[in-house]
């Protein structure tokens, strides 16, 4: 019972937000910054545990990883455009991986983060699911990475159209790529607000890089 409660609270909750971001498109009312605080104070307010609501909500969290994989439905469905830039898309995605990794490595070290909070924020730049499995292979908390990847995704979409508007970025595997790369699951979705390859090329971008990243989790971050 308990389970069903919190999981169309959850929702409900999300769609609030969602319906006070497109009337006040505020960067603080953005629906995965603003829908967080409000499960924050519903669970306080019912005197559930951060434990007890990830149990009650769990059937949202299993459905991550098909949702991820619904974002090939609009690759499949631009392959032929895939195959004529697939050799921009590696190298950009791999290059974007490893400025993700190493950006966040530096950092993490000139502001003297622990030995666990820097393990734990490395995959910020990839989608959720896999984003956790790769904490988990590499040493660090799972709870910390998802919160990190949430905060990274957020910034970059509601900074990244700005940033490409400013470059004059004006292609859309341009701006795809950078989307999807830089803010992952919410910048997909910025995408496809500009056209249908931009989310495609952003789609791609997400998948690749948590891939590629799946990659580096198991050879070059554990030698960082």
Known sequence: MMIIVYTVATYLIYLLSK???SKWNIPFFHPLLLSPILLIVMI????VTADQYMEYSKV???LLG?????F???IYKNIAVVRKNIGTILVSIITGTLVAIFSTFVLSKLIRLSYDFSISILPRSITTPIAIEVSKEIGGL???TTVFVIITGVVGGIV????LRWL???TPIAKGLALGMGAHGVGTNKAMEYGKQEGTFSSLAMIFAALITLVWGIWLIPYL
């Open 19 to 21: 319906k006070v971001y």
């Open 44 to 47: 306080s307010l019912t005197h």
């Open 60 to 62: 949202l969290s299993h």
């Open 66 to 70: 098909p949702a991820t994989v619904a």
């Open 72 to 74: 090939a439905v609009p």
């Open 142 to 144: 799972p709870t910390l």
């Open 160 to 163: 990244g159209p700005t940033v």
């Open 168 to 170: 004059s970025i004006q």
